[in-house]
């Protein structure tokens, strides 16, 4: 298997314009995690979807954030407008109840997003 | 709620050192326990588990032990490589749950 998918890798943009991550999670996989990591406030965890429906957005920072899972094999993540306090590394990750209690998540490489 | 709190870092060890990261959790059920190593420029993976009391989850020469008596996952691991320096991160997940909990993360520079 490939692994979770992420793209762009990087994404530099100036404030105000509208971002958008992508992921594709690993196949097969029935939850899905969209996660932030920075510096001053470590990896929070934004929002989370099983079977394509959204669980838990309680981590979303604000309205400009917005996530969507279409189909069991895309999801993707907005910021609309976007703003400097918005750089991260935005991380996306999967994992299966499927077989047992383990639960383990898989991470894809993340996004760096830089917002000028 | 679930919580996971991880020794403060940075950590920094000489090669060939003994490594401790101590971890502590509270969790309303029976959780699955998990640590997570990420290196520069990467996501984090999976290092090792442990789903019940005394179990021990072990990779790569690191290993931790399920201490449900004391509420700890420590992560050990008798020599360390300088090719071990990451940031390490002690999860938990409720068994019957999809989310996971993380700690802080702790960064380990190992020198030559």
Known sequence: ?116 | GNSVTQMEGPVTLSEEAFLTINCTYTATGYPSLFWYVQYPGEGLQLLLKATKADDKGSNKGFEATYRKETTSFHLEKGSVQVSDSAVYFCALIDTNAGKSTFGDGTTLTVKP
């Not at chain 1, 306090?85 to 999967?94: G, H, L, M, P, Q």
């Not at chain 1, 994992?95 to 760096?112: I, K, V």
């Open chain 1, 1 to 116: 298997d490939a692994g979770v998918i992420q793209s762009p890798r990087h994404e530099v943009t100036e404030m105000g314009q509208e971002v958008t991550l992508r992921c594709k999670p690993i196949s097969g996989h029935d939850y899905l995690f969209w996660y932030r990591q920075t510096m001053m406030r470590g990896l929070e965890l934004l929002i989370y979807f099983n079977n394509n429906v959204p669980i838990d957005d309680s981590g979303m920072p604000e309205d400009r954030f917005s996530a969507k899972m279409p189909n069991a094999s895309f999801s993707t993540l907005k910021i609309q407008p976007s703003e400097p306090r918005d750089s991260a590394v935005y991380f996306c990750a999967s994992s299966s109840l499927a077989g047992g209690p383990y639960n383990e998540q898989f991470f894809g490489p993340g996004t760096r997003l830089t917002v000028l």
